[in-house]
């Protein structure tokens, strides 16, 4: 359901920094440290009215109300997975649709949301069902923002325990959406957010070379993975549009910078298709680009999507793709599929229901 026009036009607090509240109420002869309650109702206890915001003067409250909305964000789908996976399809004030994904293990007690950064994708990865919708817009950090807050709320609720860790690898490609994201980060790390430590939180990129670079000279402090799925050229550019532009060797460079100025060990993501990437020739390829920087290297199973020829590679040329990664001393880490049921699994989102 679309929104109204008056509520779509109300300028939404949530868009306003702590300096730009603080300005507002010095417009409004208030004192500067309400900035802060402000703040603390929006972000840490996500209040959706200005009227629970109790320790303010009504006659502030009635002017917040005037000038600014709240609006957030509803889950209208909520499905679960046989293997526990939850999947939200949230409306955005617009109307607009994405999804995110609890993933929890309760035995590690590990709990995990995947949040998307765009609506749809313009990057058209082959393999990914989202690749396959029309890019919308970026969400802004308040939207993505919200996903964790709403799934965290959701993850205490039914599992007694708060999420652990938060991956930008939902709908969307996050570098292209780079300064939203870097806000939402900077508000679940705040004290008056969530106050999630920044090494809980990786921004996993198709691959922007500039931006790599960006992050590096940021300092954010989160972790990266690379969706690589392939570590040769001419492989890679037909099943991820963006190698065109960035190709492999221009990614090892920003991520040589990335390693040299942070320290941080990256993450290659690695889904292997059937006689497509799990080769010797391709085992090669990926060894060789583990070996310049101390990386993880995680091999995951592909999940289906409608209209796309790509299989996943059978058991055994997955097993011998193991082997051949030891035979060359890399270790590597597998990661089987969750929630593929519900299409909830990595590149299965696509709003469907
Ligand atoms: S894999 Fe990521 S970057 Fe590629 S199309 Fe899907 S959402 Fe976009």
């Not at 502030?60 to 939850?86: C, E, H, P, W, Y």
């Not at 060797?249 to 059937?274: C, G, N, V």
């Amino acid at each position: 359901m679309r929104k109204t026009i008056e509520q779509q036009e109300l300028l939404d607090i949530r868009d306003l920094s702590v300096d730009e509240i603080t300005n507002y109420l010095e417009t409004h002869d208030e004192p500067g440290y309400r900035a802060a309650q402000i703040y603390q109702w929006l972000w840490k206890y996500g209040v959706t009215s200005f009227d629970e915001m109790t320790n303010l003067p009504k006659k502030l409250r009635n002017q917040l109300q005037k000038d600014f909305g709240i609006l957030t964000m509803t889950a209208d789908v909520v499905q679960k997975s046989l293997d526990g996976t939850v999947k939200f399809r949230f409306v955005l004030k617009d109307g607009h649709k994405i999804e995110s994904v609890l993933i929890p293990v309760p035995g590690d007690n590990r709990y995990t949301v995947c949040v998307s950064s765009q609506v749809g994708c313009s990057l058209a990865c082959e393999f990914c069902a989202t690749g396959q919708m029309k890019r919308e817009r970026n969400l802004s950090a308040s939207e993505i923002y919200e996903q964790v807050f709403k799934v965290n709320q959701h993850c205490q609720a039914h599992f007694g325990h708060p999420l652990t860790n938060i991956v930008y690898m939902g709908m969307g490609e996050p570098l292209l959406s780079y300064r939203n994201v870097k806000r939402s980060i900077e508000l679940i790390n705040s004290d008056e957010g969530m106050n999630m430590a920044t090494w809980r939180i990786t921004i996993s990129t198709a691959g922007i070379a500039k931006i790599i670079r960006k992050i590096a000279d940021d300092n954010l402090q989160c972790k990266l993975a690379l969706s690589l799925h392939a570590a040769l050229d001419h492989k890679r550019d037909l099943i991820m549009p963006i190698n065109k532009n960035d190709k492999i060797e221009d990614l090892m460079e920003a991520l040589q910078y990335y390693y040299d100025t942070t320290r941080h060990k990256i993450t290659y993501e690695y889904i292997l298709f059937h006689e497509f990437n799990d080769t010797e020739e391709d085992a090669d390829a990926l060894a060789r680009l583990s070996r310049q920087f101390p990386v993880t290297v995680n091999l995951l199973e592909y999940n289906p999507v409608a209209g796309v020829t790509l299989t996943k590679s059978s058991e055994e040329r997955f097993d011998y793709f193991i082997k051949m990664m030891a035979d060359r001393q890399i270790p590597v880490t597998v990661r089987r599929s969750r929630g593929k049921d519900i299409d909830a699994a990595c590149g299965q989102l696509a709003n469907k229901n």
